[in-house]
């Protein structure tokens, strides 16, 4: 079961269906099943160099936009890394260090681009 918050109308509601369309019980508004994942909050578009460290590998990226929750990365070629993964993030420019889970990750064209949720202190990763 996963909670979803409608888009349209902002009622939660659980729900056990993987179909890739979902319409809201109270609205009727359709969306995707994958929406429960993405960020809520207010994105930045900011591209930024990032360092992306899993272990003792540093991969640089571009971040493509920043949000309170997470952000999105993309870099040439392909990431080292799956989703679920935990890496450390490090953008120096804007000063930032956190840890972030590995939400999902899509490869095209030599590209690769990826969801980032950053990882609360103190709380299980998929808790919140």
Do not use: H
Request: charged content about 25%; some cysteine.
């Amino acid at each position: 079961m996963q909670k979803i918050s409608c888009k349209r109308c902002e009622n939660a509601f659980y729900t056990a269906a993987r179909e890739p369309q979902l319409p809201c019980p109270y609205c009727g508004y359709v969306m995707k099943a994958s929406e429960a994942d993405r960020r809520l909050g207010m994105r930045t578009v900011a591209q930024k160099v990032c360092d992306i460290l899993k272990g003792e590998v540093r991969v640089p990226v571009k971040t493509v936009d920043i949000s309170d929750t997470g952000m999105g990365i993309k870099m040439m070629g392909y990431l080292p890394f799956d989703q679920n993964e935990t890496v450390n993030i490090f953008i120096k420019e804007l000063e930032v260090e956190k840890r972030a889970q590995v939400v999902w990750t899509k490869k095209f064209y030599g590209i690769s681009r990826a969801g980032l949720r950053f990882v609360i202190p103190d709380m299980p990763e998929q808790a919140y």
